[in-house]
């Protein structure tokens, strides 16, 4: 099976966020019937309650009744990913240990959540979450007793060899370490590792704390159940995994983007039209429908009656002409980089760059609970 | 100047479609100064007011106050893009005098407005005016009096050589004719028209009434002022119109959608995923920033404090290799079809595809609403 178990969704949206970050213990029952050999069954019991650093019991039961029983998070570098991953598991009530080399990293982690925290509010974030953060530059002290682990280390296979050899000597043989490897597949670093099987990719996308997509890959050495119950973690506890079949460089939404940006590049050196045109083209076509459905549900959409085969048999021969048409540039050139910046720089004249990033924030968060007060999406 | 003058964006949802839609007389007066040669001036005092069949005055002045003075608009051509370009040309309080061949698009299209009424209004459409639409199947009395034609025949050259030739022949010679051609550059069948250069593309995305963009290319014989004026005229009804400074096979936005396409269907063949998890990838991912920024705003954002120049600069090298690794199928073959439909069929079985339409639609509007709304967004 390739796809998680979905639970039905909830007429409103607020309900659907609660429902996403834990599901009714009837439901967790139920479903660790199907939980793989990589289970700890013993962890469910276990992550029933934790004490507050406060003192207080601070954990709801139904937020840590995964069938992993994480209740503890590691997260290992805290850049702009890692803040964010930091952000959104302890929107979710989970306990977060972090880690940097950079003892500045702590200051600048918590005020990256305290930031996030109003908009993680409005999307149903465990009251009092945010206190739930220990930082640590000392990896091993930081990964004390985690049941799973979010890395987020630099993009150099070199250095993630390192990191996760450390990581893994760190924490117990049965923790998963999910990556989020923006491009490298986990085969190329997992090697050095003890216990390389829990290793796998967990790629976010970026912010992660308000985007959902999570892709699932195994390495040569990570156990399938270990992929599948990865799959399964970020599930339930709101994310929306995609479970890859075999590794690719750059997964697939960066490819996705990669073929993006090489055409709007292309029509951009072209001349074809502005660097605000290029981007209008997107945000205001194909980028909303793409906001909903994917692009093979849009082609079904687009076939009327005769669904994806209408659609493909009657525009297949035009497509194949974009095909023979499309831009093949394979280098970035100083120039491409300057036209881009210039372009930007006309727009951001006018529109500051961070409220720009605040006001998409928001209405992602508005995109997100528009689609999950609609029990029609089919995902 | 390539961008039409954009008002500024009001605090809220209704108020900014309001505006959208038409700007108060004094913004309209203030714009007058920069009318192209080709404007009407002539035409402004006399679209004031207008008749409904009824015999009421039912067109708002504010509605009609654009600068070509449109009042009734020619649709020619009532598949399912023009059945829904008029839908949106009488929310915005137009008459429209719609034609088609067969004589059973008169029922179809009066349905089709019908069903789409209740999400214009919620839209602030135009009250009555879905009862502005007359039909004829006689092209010459359909056009009778138009001051715009929205051209949406079948994507065949030789049947628009002499549909744009008809078209020509039945209006006044300063008539704009903006043809929704989705992949035929306009030069290809402008030709054989009497003024040939009042033909421009005004390609919308499926389905017009509700995404915003429309691509605007003048052919070889376009006068500059019609693509300016065109461009004008959709920014004025609220539509986001793009201005390509020269055509090409597929325009902007079918071009990247056929390379999103190529590698999702590429990943498809490679069994990297489902067609489902390849549609989560872009719907719970990408998908989501695109309907707010494009893919160069989007790449700014990601740079930090560095904007686009540090993200190409340092995600550069990937990049390259990502497109060097991506799929460069060049035939739509019978088998991929196979593949596409199997796995949309599966989820089909749990999910009505007129459903997940009607839904697609609402969560649209949601979204058209909710950037509406945000007056910190640049487009």
């Given amino acids: 099976m390739k796809q998680p178990p979905r639970p039905p969704r909830p007429q409103s949206a607020t309900r659907a966020f609660a429902r996403a970050s834990g599901a009714p213990a009837g439901d967790a029952t139920a479903r660790r019937g199907q939980a793989p050999r990589f289970e700890r069954p013993d962890a469910f019991a276990a992550a029933r309650r934790e004490d507050s650093p406060g003192g207080e019991p601070i954990i709801r039961e139904d937020e840590m009744d995964n069938e992993l029983g994480v209740k503890k998070i590691g997260v290992v570098g805290c850049g702009v990913i890692g803040m964010s991953w930091t952000a959104y598991f302890l929107a979710k009530g989970f306990s977060v240990r972090a880690t940097d080399p950079n003892p500045a990293a702590e200051a600048r982690t918590r005020e990256y959540v305290d930031n996030a925290w109003p908009l993680l509010e409005r999307m149903g974030a465990a009251p009092g979450g945010k206190d739930r953060l220990f930082f640590s530059t000392d990896l091993i002290e930081a990964m004390d007793g985690v049941d799973f682990v979010q890395e987020n280390g630099p993009e ?224």
Avoid: C
């Fill in 156 to 379: 150099r296979i070199d250095l993630k060899r390192t990191l996760f050899r450390d990581i893994a000597n760190a924490i117990e043989p049965r923790v998963i370490v999910a990556s989020s490897s923006s491009g490298i597949p986990v085969s190329d670093f997992q090697g050095a590792s003890v216990h390389p099987e829990r290793i796998v990719l967990g790629h976010p996308f970026n912010p992660p704390h308000v985007l959902p997509l999570v892709e699932v890959a195994g390495g040569k050495l990570t156990s399938p159940d270990v992929v599948d119950a990865t799959v399964r973690f970020y599930a339930r506890i709101g994310k929306k995994p995609v479970r890859m079949n075999r590794e690719m460089k750059g997964h697939i939404a960066n490819r996705i983007q990669a073929a993006v940006m090489r055409e709007v590049l292309y029509l951009l050196a072209q001349d074809v039209a502005s660097v605000e045109d290029l981007d209008i083209a997107i945000a205001h076509g194909p980028g909303m429908r793409w906001a909903i459905l994917g692009q093979f549900l849009n082609a079904d959409q687009g076939g009327g009656e005769g669904g994806i085969r209408h659609m493909m048999e009657h525009l297949g021969p035009a497509m194949e002409g974009w095909w023979a048409d499309l831009g093949r540039n394979e280098h970035i050139a100083a120039e491409d980089i300057g036209l881009m910046e210039r372009g930007v720089a006309k727009i951001l004249e006018r529109h500051d760059r961070a409220a720009i990033a605040s006001a998409r924030d928001s209405v992602l968060a508005q995109i997100l609970q528009a689609k999950a007060a609609e029990d029609r999406l089919p995902y």
